[in-house]
């Protein structure tokens, strides 16, 4: 996977084990290495949709959650983990990779910090559901 061809866009995301309708809105570079497709789910307001792609050997930025209903991370493909920081500083490390069954999805709370990194020989696909959608203040990057 190249962080530079071509993505077509999805119509459908399987999620509450159902198919439901989403719409592309943009892609937005994240930071070196990561870009993010935002979409919003067709006639459902309260949520949003971003679907995270992740090169070889890069991550997302350490993101606290400030604000929110809810956040829902979940694993796509490829190879890595998924690491959630509990405002104690307790760590737990979710490793992810074709043999993860799927769904695999984990709320992250508010005040818990949340990084997803792909393994060095591998990309890395992963989403995040936004309860209500998405918009700056929500996380802080650390």
Known sequence: MSQEQDIIPISN????DKAQPVSFVET???T????????????????DLGIIRINP?????????????RT??????????LVITNPNNTQTEYP???D???PFTVSVRVGEQMQWQA???SPLMAYEICFPPYKDGRFENL
């Open 57 to 69: 050997g890069c991550k997302t930025p350490l993101q606290r959650v400030l604000k929110g209903d």
């Open 119 to 121: 393994d060095a020989g």
């Open 13 to 16: 995301f399987e999620f509450d």
């Open 32 to 47: 070196t290495g990561v870009e993010c497709d935002v979409y919003k789910f067709t006639g459902d307001e309260g949520k």
């Open 72 to 81: 829902i991370e979940g694993y796509l493909s490829g190879k890595g983990k």
């Open 28 to 30: 937005t570079k994240v």
């Open 100 to 102: 993860t069954p799927n």
């Open 96 to 98: 992810v990779s074709d």
